[in-house]
């Protein structure tokens, strides 16, 4: 990947993990992390809701960090999102 930097190998190893770690920590890719857990939590509540007899303090629980986690969502595709001009 960074052949051609002419860097050492142990340089150019540490060069490439530390843009894969980047990679795992970008905004896009945290996004898309959340999402998953906002679908798996939908999905959690829905079978819950449907099992006799419900939990509703793990429902309510559930309901509320998928609220939370729907907040985080809006807050980083607001940052994520190109700047209109005024």
Do not use: T
């Amino acid at each position: 990947m960074v052949e051609n930097y002419n860097l050492s190998p142990c340089l150019a190893r540490r060069f490439d993990r530390e843009l894969m770690d980047d990679n795992l920590h970008s905004l896009p890719r945290r996004l898309i992390e959340l999402r998953m857990e906002h679908a798996d939590l939908d999905s959690l509540i829905d079978l819950s809701a449907h099992q006799l007899p419900a939990d509703e303090l793990a429902i309510r629980r559930l309901k509320k960090r998928r609220l939370a986690l729907r907040d985080v969502i809006a807050q980083l595709e607001a940052e994520l999102a190109p700047k209109q001009p005024a």
